[in-house]
């Protein structure tokens, strides 16, 4: 199939894959593992089956559709909730969820189905999503082969005995630990470059492990230079670190375009952060002349082709992108980060300041990478990087084909990383992939359907109960079944169950499609609220369910008198939701609706003008663009749900129209990339 040999691992793989048995690959970032992925899908269609192919973020599943596009044109369709595309296709991508819910809803459409590969399936330890990615695999219907591929982890075989459990089939699997292009790892630390861990310590850190912060107000004392001593005038250990200079990013990008290791992706963990050093990097001449005439006539050729070249942000980007530089985050259009993935593709981009986000599964290997940090914001103060995501991002340095080698440089700070932790975070085993299940109201009530009460053999196949002790089943089982008390108790569920089926009740079934915003959504809908709201407050609730505001965003602005009623009825709704969670010691606790972007939706709604709604609501336009097409979606399911009259479907129908224009138009965003 490819005009290449295979390496050992993937030849060992698809040796399996074309005898029919499903395979676990564990291998880095960057070896191959989406070859591995094309022989399953050509398999899979040519014995006129179809396959499946799961990915963890909408922008690996519209590059996969486009690569898919590219070598089988008009026999691949896409599923991502805001993007339906060809959806009768042999071969479909889809969001993991899609696929997920689409298995609980019942999964006929799927019956022919060979291959299903989950790529990015360590994702299954996300704390957030992994409940997912565990249910799917759990849901796949026995015929489908499995296909698994995830970043190096060290219980790949735990996972895979797991499959083979509860599927009664065998997985092969298939660890891979070299690297096609060879990694070489230097730092920045004091402003200086070191090239071994040795030498960091002895010149970064001063042959100390720690750096004590306390240490830093000596740094002035008036006897700093002379020798340490004890209070009694003896020895007292190593003297006090020295004051450090701060780690120049100018600096360090000069010593890479030195050494010749352009381009360069610069991992950081602030949207912000990116712009300013775009910016900075921009006044160093990265580029030659003609590699800055070439890049801005692409550029511009693109921006014209995805129709944004009269946007405040496409220009403000083209600022930066006449030096050979860009940024990349998640709050810029959508369409715009498209233009810079595929100008960084054709290696036409010297450096690109970014968030981590572009380091998850999309191709876009360089000759170098850069952390800024070693550390990232947690819920309290700061953490540790972990092995898995150093990996990950360090992962997209050297491409294969082009480099002899990748570099990554570690930009080193002593008094935030201890240097047993750095050593630690570069030497020691990637952490071990753990279950994330909890279940939503939603699924909870489609298991119902199919399972009645009998619930509790249907935990036991899990991927939780398969890691934790037997003693512990029946506790974990417990908060399950708080859930599905609540459930029956609110009128979800008819009484009577059948010993292994159960009836839902109009609202019930209302719920079971609304996965993540079931109980406050059906609440009205039953109330008769939904019925009576027009298409533009219909909207703003939506909206309100799918926004989270970011950290440090404080309340939201004042309402309009007009949307007051509709927020009001929704809180006090929502009371008496979490008055009853909390009595039977249910959480997380649903989620309360943010009304934030009210106006901005409402003034998108009236026709007006994408960059002056993203200026009026001081929101990133990429935000806006993210959550008017997660309104779409959540419109769309009210759309096709059965439970809901006419009328409320003629109104979601009326809202998707009304919302998905221009840059929320993720269609013919897609359509235009091809």
Not at 278 to 302: G, I, R, S, V, W
Not at 322 to 348: D, S
Request: with cysteine.
């Amino acid at each position: 199939m490819h005009p290449f040999p295979y390496d050992p691992f993937q030849k060992e793989a698809i040796d399996a894959i074309r005898a029919g048995t499903s395979v676990f690959v564990s291998a880095p970032t960057g070896a191959g593992k989406t070859v591995i992925a094309e022989v399953a899908v050509e398999e899979a269609l040519k014995a006129g089956g179809m396959a499946i192919y799961t990915a963890p973020i909408k922008a690996l599943s519209n590059q996969k559709f486009r690569d898919f596009h590219a070598q089988t044109p008009g026999r691949v369709g896409i599923l991502t909730g805001d993007l339906t595309l060809n959806p009768e296709a042999p071969l479909l991508i889809m969001t993991t969820e899609i696929y997920r819910n689409s298995l609980l809803e019942g999964g006929e459409r799927f019956a022919n189905c060979r291959w299903v590969i989950f790529d990015e399936v360590h994702y299954l330890d996300d704390s957030e999503r992994g409940t997912v990615w565990e249910e799917s695999l759990l849901l796949t219907p026995r015929q489908t082969e499995i296909l698994a591929l995830s970043a190096t982890v060290p219980n790949a075989g735990e996972l895979a005995a797991w499959i083979e459990k509860i599927h009664g089939r065998p997985v092969k699997v298939i660890r891979e630990e070299h690297r096609p292009v060879p990694l070489k790892t230097a730092f920045q630390c004091q402003d200086r470059m070191f090239d071994t861990l040795s030498d960091l310590h002895a010149g970064g850190y001063g042959g100390r492990d720690r750096w004590k912060r306390a240490d830093r107000f000596r740094r002035g004392h008036p006897h700093r230079g002379r020798p340490h001593r004890g209070r009694r005038g003896g020895p007292a250990g190593p003297p006090p670190p020295p004051a450090g200079r701060p780690n120049r990013a100018d600096h360090l990008l000069k010593e890479i375009q030195q050494a010749r290791h352009l381009p360069c992706l610069y991992f950081t963990f602030s949207r912000k952060r990116t712009e300013t050093l775009a910016e900075e990097f921009a006044a160093m001449n990265l580029a030659t002349p003609e590699q800055k005439k070439t890049l801005l006539h692409e550029y511009d050729q693109l921006c014209k082709r995805f129709q944004i070249a009269e946007d405040r942000s496409s220009m403000e980007m083209r600022a930066v992108m006449a030096h050979g530089v860009a940024y990349h985050h998640a709050g810029l259009l959508p369409t715009l980060k498209g233009v810079i993935e595929i100008l960084f593709t054709r290696r036409l981009i010297q450096a690109i300041a970014t968030t981590e986000t572009f380091a998850i599964g999309v191709n876009m290997p360089a000759r170098s990478v850069v952390l800024d940090a070693l550390t990232k914001r947690a819920d309290h103060g700061r953490r540790l990087l972990r092995i898995r995501e150093l990996s990950q991002m360090v992962g997209r340095a050297g491409r294969r084909g082009m480099d002899e080698a990748g570099f990554a440089y570690l930009r080193v700070n002593p008094w935030e990383v201890d240097f047993s932790s750095l050593r630690h975070l570069l030497e020691g085993r990637p952490e071990q992939v753990s279950s994330r299940f909890a279940t939503t109201y939603a699924t909870l009530l489609n298991l119902y359907r199919n399972y009645g009460d009998n619930l509790l053999p249907f935990y036991l196949k899990t991927f939780h109960a398969f890691q934790t002790p037997p003693a512990r089943h029946r506790e974990e089982f417990a908060s399950v079944d708080r859930r599905l008390s609540l459930l029956k108790d609110s009128g979800y569920t008819e009484p009577g169950a059948a010993p292994n089926r159960g009836n839902l009740t109009h609202k019930g079934a209302f719920a079971a499609t609304l996965y993540g915003y079931e109980l406050l959504l059906s609440e009205l809908f039953e109330e008769g609220t939904l019925d009576k709201l027009n298409a533009t407050d219909l909207g703003v609730l939506l909206l309100a369910m799918v926004y989270e505001p970011r950290r440090g965003m404080g309340p939201p602005p004042k309402l309009p008198r007009r949307f007051g009623h509709l927020m009001q009825t929704s809180m006090d709704l929502l009371a008496g939701i979490h008055k009853e969670e909390r009595r039977r010691q249910v959480s997380p606790l649903s989620k309360q609706p943010c009304f934030h972007l009210a106006e901005a939706l409402e003034r998108w709604l009236q026709g007006g003008n994408f960059d002056k709604v993203a200026e009026q609501a001081r929101a990133d336009e990429g935000e806006l663009a993210r959550y008017f097409r997660m309104t779409i979606q959540m419109a769309r399911t009210l759309h096709l749900a059965s439970e809901a009259g006419a009328g409320l479907k003629q109104k979601a129908g009326d809202l998707i129209q009304r919302i998905n224009r221009d840059p929320v138009d993720a269609e013919a965003e897609l359509r235009r990339s091809l």
